[in-house]
Each structure stands twice: as C-alpha cells, then as structure tokens.
C-alpha cells in the first residue's frame, strides 16, 4: 500500500475536502497534511480536524517561522509571519555577547530566531500560559523558559542586564476578540489574544516594568497594530523610552522600538 504523500487518490480526495471546507489554499495544506500523515487513517483523522477548524500547525504539531521549525502543540499560539519583522527587529539588535528576553513568548519563535540568527550570550523567554511554556521548552533550552506573569518569571539576577527585551504582547482589544478567526479564537488561548479594552493593557505593562530590567542603553520591541502604534509610542516615551515606529508593508508587521534614554523619565504613578 502506498505511503498517503504518493497516493494521487488520497491527494485529490483531501484537496476536494479540504477546498469544500472552505480552505483558500487547500492544495498547499493537503500537501502538508500527505507529508506529515503516518497512514490513510492518520490523514483522515488530520484532515476532519482540518475541516472542523483546528489551525493547521496545530494539527502537523510545527509552524514555520523565519526558516527554522517551531514545534507547537493543540491550545498554544501560532506565530504569524508578521512577527517575523519583530523578530527581525530583535536580531538586529541583538549584540554580540548580549543578552536577551522574548516576554510573551507562546512557543519561542521568536526566541529561537534570535538564537538562529545573532551571536548572543543568553536567550530567555517568559509566558504565563502553562501549555506554551511546555512547548517552549521543546524549542529552547529548557532552564532558559520561565513560566509567570511577565517580568516575575524571570530570574532574579537578570535584573539590570537584559539588553533586549522584545514581546509579542496580546494586542486585540476585548471587543475585537470575537470577531477573529475561529482558528485564533477557538483553538489559541484567550490570554494570547486579548489585550484589554483598547488592546494595550498587557502592553503598557511590558513598557513599566521593563526599565527596571533592561541595562543601560537596552532596546525594548514590541509588536503591535497600526491604529495603536502612536498610543503605544507614547507610553514608551512616558517610561523614559526615545521611540520609533517600525513597519513593513509586505507582512503587515508593526513594531515599537524603544531606546532606554538616561533623562528623567515622566513616569506614570
């Protein structure tokens, strides 16, 4: 019996499935799900869950991001190819010999760019999500991934030092929540999505307590939405951050970098 990757039968029943359940690139994903399927029944059960809505990463158990494999597991956030310009932004300001912390990190694409990327000393990552941080430790060192609520997770002696600090926070206003894809909202937990009202509680969080952590000169990247990017500018500078907004067009990537200045900072009480 034929492995289900050569069947032609199998190949066109499961892009006519898929294509019926309404997947826009139905021909790509059969080839994916043929490539990773042990067996027909392996196929047939990855491709129900397929129709029924389950994010395809989730199914294959790995997500592509910025050339390197990144193992995930049902219920952990995907990461998206926009983030790939926020990982970007971190390797480029990742030095050589410095040391880095992806807050947020769901399964530690991010991390492991970096890692794959720049020349640094150490990578940390931080999530509060038990089922990421398990997952992260599968792509990362192990003791290097922290599980708590942002700057709590991480070593004590850390603080002071980080010289990068990058997070994909939870961006999507509350409201806005119901309104994505079933694949975000139903399969991906709701504290990697939902960032408050306006989106940028969690957020301003990450900027408060970063100066606390960051060494002298440390660069703070955050992603976010384009409608929110000023706002959040804003409240880097308050924190004593000189601010840019960076973006790329090509994968809707937007981004906060922040400069720790040495002036006084007008902090918020």
């Known amino acids: ?46 491709v129900a869950r397929r129709v029924a809505g389950d994010p395809l990463e989730q199914i294959v158990g790995w997500a592509e991001f910025r050339g390197v494999r990144v193992a995930l597991a049902p219920g952990v956030f995907v990461p998206r190819r926009r983030t790939g310009f926020l990982a970007g932004l971190a390797v480029a300001a990742t030095r050589d010999g410095a040391l880095v912390v992806d807050m947020c990190c769901g399964a530690g694409a991010v991390a492991m760019a970096v890692i794959a990327e720049a020349n640094a000393a150490q990578v940390h990552a931080a999530d509060v999500d038990p089922a990421a941080v398990a997952c992260a430790r599968r792509n990362l060192p192990p003791t290097h991934v922290h599980l708590g609520d942002l700057y709590t997770a991480l070593p004590a002696d ?86 840019t907004i960076e973006a790329d067009d090509e994968v809707g990537g937007t981004a906060v ?11 918020p009480g």
């Open 1 to 46: 019996m034929s492995e289900p990757r050569t069947d032609p039968v199998l190949r066109h029943r499961t892009v006519d499935e898929l294509r019926a359940a309404g997947c826009v690139f139905a021909e790509d994903e059969a080839a994916l799900l043929l490539a990773e399927a042990a067996s027909s029944d392996a196929l047939a059960a990855m």
């Open 158 to 243: 850390l603080r002071g030092r980080v010289d990068v600090v990058v997070a994909n926070a939870p961006y999507v206003p509350t409201d806005a929540v119901a309104t994505m894809p079933p694949e975000a909202r139903l399969h991906e937990p709701p504290a990697a999505l939902d960032g408050g009202a306006d989106g940028l509680d969690v957020a301003r969080r990450v900027v408060t307590g970063a100066p606390e952590w960051l060494a002298p000169g440390g660069v703070l990247l955050l992603e976010t939405s384009t409608r929110q990017a000023p706002t959040l500018r804003e409240w880097f500078a308050r924190n004593g951050f000189v601010a």
């Open 257 to 267: 970098r922040g400069l720790l200045s040495d002036a006084p900072a007008d902090r």
